[in-house]
Structures are given as C-alpha cells and as structure tokens.
C-alpha cells in the first residue's frame, strides 16, 4: 500500500529536549515537505527536498532542522524545542511538483 | 510573494443544496492550484487539481472547480452536498514555472453540511 508514515503520531515533551520525528514514503517519490497545522493559520511549510541531499526552507524553517539522506526519509529534528512549536506535524510527499500524500500527521505539545 | 486566501472560515450549506468554497491566488507566473480535504483527526487528502487546459476540473466525490485567471480564483463547487462533506478544506497554490518544492495553503475553510 502507497503511503507516508509518521511517528510518534503523538509527544509530549518539555523545553530544550532534543527530538526527532521521522517521516518515510514508499512510493520513490522525489519532492517530500514538512507542514506545521495551527488553527487559523492553514498549513505553512517548514521545509521542503526536492531530491536526496537537496533541502531549501519553506516559510517557517526557524527551530526546526531536515535532512534528506535516502529518498524514501525525511526525518524532522527539533534541536531546542519551545512551547511555540506545540502544533500538528505533517510530512508529505509528491513525485516532482504534482499532488502531496500526506502522512497522518503528529500531535506536538512542548511543556 | 506567492499568497491564497480564502476568504470564508466556514460555509453552512443545507444538504443537497449547491455549495462554493472560494480562494484567491497570488502567484507570478502560471500557477498550479490544488485543493485537499481534511476530516477529523486525519491528514489531507487530495480532492482536484488545475495545471493547464480547460479552466473545470473535475475531481474525487463529485466536487469541481473552476480556474479564472483574471479574478485570480479557483473556487471549489459541488451541485449537491451530502453530511458526508463536512470537513476542513484546503486552497494551494504552487509556482508553475520555477523549479521550487514550495507550497502555499490557504487558511482552511470549514465546510458543515446539516441534514
């Protein structure tokens, strides 16, 4: 089955804990993005790949770190976590610049 | 700047009424416009998209929409909605001719469908 897996889907932490989410699609795409969903505010993408090793920030890439080592990876690194990253996490992923899959998404309360 | 709005937090339609849920663009160039659904507790789902031809598009479960490049628009529309549509629905809007990975979504429109 096609899909895009996120975990955990969902966290609890508190300030300044390093964490990691980890997104993985199987469906060799190229283009894979991070979104954060906040109430009002719709989607607005963190950062994006356009393929392994290519990596360019989206509209809100402060606090947050990717990196793209293997195509089908895509992983979410909060390196000092603060209470205004609490959000809903989504990585997604798309062949070239055509329809995103979305994973389920992950629930992120920093304390 | 690429920018979408859409312009409504909420639509109520009664079912089987017609129902429209609008968005604006702003993109330099060719845009691509996408819309995505959103039901509870669920990630967002593809519904239609507009990359070049004739401004109607159809998509999933009946909806459609049309592309109007001098109102700069893309409004979703379905002729009869069901219960079954409520949900939270997204605009976006991608660059057509550059080559960048950036997405732009609207705020979200909340669509309530009553009985």
């Known amino acids: 089955e096609a899909q895009v897996t996120q975990n955990p889907r969902y966290l609890i932490t508190v300030t300044g804990k390093k964490l990691t989410v980890t997104c993985s699609q199987n469906?060799?795409?190229?283009?894979m993005s991070w979104y954060r969903q906040d109430p009002g505010l719709g989607l607005r993408q963190i950062y994006y790949?356009?393929?392994?090793?290519?990596?360019d920030k989206g509209d809100v890439p402060e606090g947050y770190k990717v990196s793209r080592k293997e195509k089908r990876n895509f992983p979410l690194i909060l390196e000092s976590p603060s209470p205004n990253q609490t959000s809903l996490y989504f990585c997604?992923?798309?062949?070239?610049?055509?329809?995103?899959?979305f994973g389920a998404g992950t629930r992120l309360s920093v304390l | 700047a690429q920018s979408v709005a859409q312009p409504e937090d909420q639509v109520k339609v009664a079912e089987g009424n017609p129902l429209t849920v609008k968005c604006t663009y702003s993109?330099?160039?060719?845009?691509?416009l996408f819309w995505y659904v959103q039901y509870p507790n669920r990630g967002l789902q593809f519904l239609l998209k507009?990359?070049?031809?004739?401004?109607l598009v159809k998509g999933s479960y009946g909806f459609e929409a049309e592309f109007n490049k001098s109102q700069t628009s893309f409004h979703l529309k379905k002729p009869s909605a069901l219960v079954s549509d409520s949900a939270l629905y997204f605009c976006?809007?991608?660059?057509?001719?550059?080559?960048?990975?950036?997405?732009?979504f609207g705020q979200g429109t909340t669509l309530q469908v009553k009985p």
């Open positions: 997604a992923s798309s062949p070239a610049r055509d329809i995103q899959y």
């Open positions: 507009y990359i070049t031809g004739d401004n």
């Open positions: 790949s356009m393929n392994v090793e290519v990596t």
């Open positions: 469906m060799n795409h190229e283009y």
């Open positions: 993109v330099s160039g060719n845009p691509y």
């Open positions: 976006a809007v991608r660059h057509g001719s550059s080559n960048t990975g950036k997405l732009i």
